[in-house]
C-alpha cells in the first residue's frame, strides 16, 4: 500500500463484538487466560508488557517507516534513552550532531558519564566530518536533519555509507522530518526514532516516542526488554490518539510545508531579518541534499535571525497574536520560540534566533501576523 493508504489503515484493530469501524480502546490492564492457565490465545496478557492499542500503533508506525518492528514509548527521551541503553557499553564513544536536539545532547553528555561513554560533536553538513570522528570505539552515529534549531542538512545515505565500512550502528531522528518526507532505514540507517509529541501527535495533544528498527535481532529484543520492563509505555488513549492523528500526517505535511515555503519566502531578504534557515530556499548552504533527500517537502519548520538582539527577537515574538510563543512543534497551530531561553546553562542559539514552526492557518492570516509584528 502507499504511505497514505497505510496513514489511515495499516495496525487497525479488527473489533470482534461490534465491527466498529474505527479503533476500540483497550483500556483494560489485564488479559484473560485459557482454561489451562495459557496465554490467551491474542498473546496479551498485562498492558505494560502489550495492549491491543500499542501494538496497532506500533505496526502502523512499522509500516509507514517501512522497518521490521517498532517499539512505543511515553515519550521521545524515553524512546532515545531506551535506544542508547540498548546498545551502549562501558566505554563506548557517540556520535552526535553539533546542533543536536538539548535533551538527547544532555542525555550523551551528562547522563552517560559514570559508564565512562564519550561522544564528539561534529558539524554533519559535510559527511567527511563523521568519517574523521570515528574511533574504534565508536558504537553509535545519531543523525538529526533537519537539526534543531539551524535546519542543518545531513546526507543520510552518505553517512549510512560511512558508518558501515567501521560497523558502527546509525540511528536518525526522524521527528522534523517524519518518515513522510524521509525513510532513514530505506537509506541505511539502523534506527528511526520519533518524538511522536511533535507531527505523529499534530495536535499538541500527546506526548510520545518510538523507535522503529531495520532489522529484527539481538539489539531490537533489547530496545523491547527496555520498553517491557523499563516500562516507560504510553497509554492505550495516547496510542489511540497518536493511531488517530497519523491517519492525517501526509496532508497536514503537504499544508504546513506549502505555509513554511511561502513564509520563508516573505522573510527571506526582508529588512528587519538578518538570516533564514530553511531547507527549501536555494541559499540554504545544502539545498541540493535537502532537495534529493526530501523529495522536494521541506517540512513545516524554519529559523530566523532577527536583526539586533535578544531584546528585538522578543519583541518579535510576543508582538504575534496567530502564533503563540510556545515550545515544542509540529501542531495544526502555529508556533515561535525563543529557543536560547530554554536551552538551559549551556545555550547554543544565537540571542537573536527565532525558531517557527507552521501550522495549517490561512496562509494570509500568517503573513498578516508577521508583517505586523516585524513593523
Ligand atoms: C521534542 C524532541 C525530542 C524529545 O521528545 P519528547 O517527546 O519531548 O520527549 C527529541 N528529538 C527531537 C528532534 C525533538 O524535537
Known amino acids: 500500500m502507499n504511505f497514505e493508504t497505510n496513514a489511515v489503515h495499516a495496525g487497525h484493530l479488527e473489533d470482534l463484538n461490534a465491527g466498529s469501524v474505527t479503533n476500540p480502546i483497550y483500556l483494560s490492564t489485564t488479559f484473560e487466560r485459557d482454561k489451562d492457565g495459557n496465554i490467551a490465545p491474542k498473546g496479551y496478557i498485562y ?45 563506548a564513544h557517540v556520535i552526535i550532531p553539533d546542533d543536536c536536539y538539548h535533551g538527547i545532547a544532555h542525555l550523551v553528555k551528562n547522563m552517560y558519564t559514570r559508564w565512562g561513554i564519550t561522544y564528539s560533536e561534529v558539524d554533519m553538513v559535510n559527511p567527511v566530518n ?15 536533519t533537519p537539526s534543531n534549531p539551524l535546519l542543518k542538512i545531513a546526507d543520510i545515505a552518505e553517512i549510512c555509507a560511512i558508518a558501515k565500512k567501521s560497523n558502527v550502528l546509525v540511528a536518525c531522528d526522524n521527528t522534523w522530518a517524519t518518515p513522510y518526507i524521509i525513510q532513514p532505514l530505506t537509506m541505511g540507517a539502523d534506527y ?3 518524538s511522536s509529541t511533535k507531527y505523529f501527535g499534530g495536535h499538541s495533544d500527546v506526548i510520545g516516542g518510538c523507535v522503529i528498527v531495520r532489522e529484527s535481532n539481538e539489539a ?3 530496545i523491547r526488554e527496555y520498553q517491557t520492563i523499563g516500562g516507560a509505555v504510553p497509554s492505550p488513549f495516547d496510542c489511540w490518539l497518536l493511531d488517530r492523528s497519523i491517519a492525517t500526517l501526509p496532508i497536514r505535511m503537504d499544508a504546513q510545508t506549502k505555509n513554511a515555503g511561502v513564509i520563508a519566502d516573505f522573510l527571506y ?13 536555494t541559499s540554504h548552504v545544502n539545498h541540493q541534499v535537502a532537495k534529493k533527500q526530501m523529495k522536494e517537502v521541506y517540512g513545516g519548520m524554519l529559523s530566523v535571525l532577527v ?3 535578544r531584546k528585538e527577537a522578543m519583541h518579535v515574538a510576543n508582538s504575534l497574536s496567530i502564533f503563540k510563543h510556545a515550545t515544542s512543534l509540529g501542531g495544526v497551530e ?5 529557543r536560547m531561553s530554554v536551552e538551559g546553562d549551556h ?6 534566533l527565532l525558531r517557527l514552526s507552521i501550522g495549517i492557518e490561512h496562509i494570509d492570516d500568517l503573513l498578516n501576523d508577521i508583517k505586523k509584528a516585524l513593523d
Open 307 to 309: 536583526k539586533g538582539g
Open 47 to 91: 498492558s505494560r508488557l502489550a495492549n491491543p492499542n500499542r501494538s496497532g500503533l506500533e505496526a502502523k508506525l512499522t509500516a509507514l517507516e517501512k522497518g521490521a518492528d517498532a517499539m512505543a514509548f511515553s515519550s521521545g527521551m524515553a524512546a532515545a534513552m531506551a535506544l542508547c541503553h540498548s546498545i551502549m557499553e562501558p566505554g
Open 192 to 194: 528511526s526514532i520519533h
Open 347 to 352: 545555550p547554543k542559539s544565537p540571542d537573536n
Open 220 to 222: 531490537s529484543k533489547k
Open 334 to 338: 502555529s508556533l515561535i520560540e525563543h
Open 269 to 281: 531578504g526582508h529588512p528587519k531579518i538578518e538570516r533564514v534557515y530553511y531547507p527549501g530556499l
Open 130 to 144: 563523521v568519517e574523521k570522528a570515528i574511533t574504534e570505539k565508536t558504537k553509535l552515529i545519531l543523525i538529526e
